[in-house]
């Protein structure tokens, strides 16, 4: 016997029942929908809910009771190839290819039995012949308009924090950079030719919305990362605007460096030098936040110093 047999049959013996992120098919083809008049591949119906909700798995050719318990192994005249192309065609938008990984068995009569596992897309809201579908226990149910409007909120508001990360990346950079400039010349006491430097403030608007919104379920577990980011991006602000009070004609938007502001050396401004040590951290942080978020399917640019 194989992996996934030797799988199939533990589940059996173990009496482990379908849940949220478990589901067991033994047809690979159902009864034809009444809606779309279409044939119903019913394990499509439960990736889709999977897609939409969390991360679960399809065992295809496991059958089970009316208490959802495994019973009997079924085997399949049917191929990955197959299973793959009917994700193609039925399921909407069309999954991106590192959410859903396939693995297999074949016995000596060529027939097959599969373990599909699925991750939760940030593509959702998908649909399986044109119905929305989100798992809830061990249940795929239709969802109504306005779950679809929410996670399509969910999901456009997400975008936006990703995007606010890497334009405050860039923002770091230059603010680090400009720091840096303004620190030499402090060291080696170059006032008459000390450059002015416009620091910007980081942005927030996204992570407000998160806040104000109650969307903090939408983080999952990156939320500590989150809170730790841009709590050290707000320290950086309130820094910013000590500053940009500190002399005349200075608006609380810009954070300006000037001779008068750096007359103090070793390190010149003691408040630019503080904002120098948080970037330099800010930085290293949503560089490694940017690769576990990609890791973990988001979307967004890798950072890199």
């Known amino acids: 016997m194989g992996e996934v047999l030797d799988y199939f049959n533990s589940m059996i013996q173990n009496k482990i ?3 949220s992120t478990l ?12 809606k779309c008049n279409k044939k119903d591949y019913v394990w499509l119906k439960s990736l889709c809910a999977f897609l939409n909700t969390n991360d679960g798995r399809i065992l295809l050719g496991l059958e089970a009771d009316k208490a959802k318990l495994p019973t009997n192994v079924k085997w399949l005249k049917i191929t990955e190839e197959e299973l793959r192309r009917r994700i193609s065609e039925r399921i909407f938008p069309k999954p991106e290819n590192n959410v859903i990984s396939i693995s297999q068995e074949a016995n000596e009569n060529h027939n097959c039995i599969f373990v599909i596992d699925v991750k939760k897309s940030r593509k959702r809201p998908f649909s399986y012949n044109g119905i929305f579908y989100r798992r809830k226990d061990d249940e795929d149910l239709s969802m109504n308009i306005e779950e679809i409007k929410r996670i399509l909120f969910e999901e456009q508001v997400l975008n936006l924090l990703f995007r606010e990360m890497e334009e405050n990346f860039e923002l770091a950079e230059k603010i680090y950079t400009g720091a840096q400039q303004v620190s030499v010349r402090g060291l080696s006491h170059e006032l008459d030719r000390m450059p002015t430097v416009y620091f910007s403030p980081l942005k927030t608007e996204a992570w407000d919305i998160i806040i104000s919104k109650g969307l903090i379920g939408v983080l999952e577990d990156n939320l500590l990362e989150l809170e730790k980011t841009y709590s050290r991006i707000k320290r950086i602000n309130n820094l910013n605007e000590v500053q940009a009070r500190s002399g005349p004609g200075k608006g609380p938007n810009k954070f300006i460096v000037d001779e008068t502001d750096n007359a103090r050396p070793p390190y010149g401004n003691p408040i630019h030098s503080h904002i120098e040590a948080e970037i330099h951290l800010l930085k290293a942080d949503m560089v490694k936040f940017s690769k576990k978020l990609r890791e973990a399917g988001y979307e967004i640019k890798e950072l890199k110093c």
Request: with cysteine; net charge negative.
């Open 23 to 34: 589901e067991y098919k033994s047809q690979y083809i159902g009864s034809e929908c009444e």
């Open 17 to 19: 029942t379908e849940s």
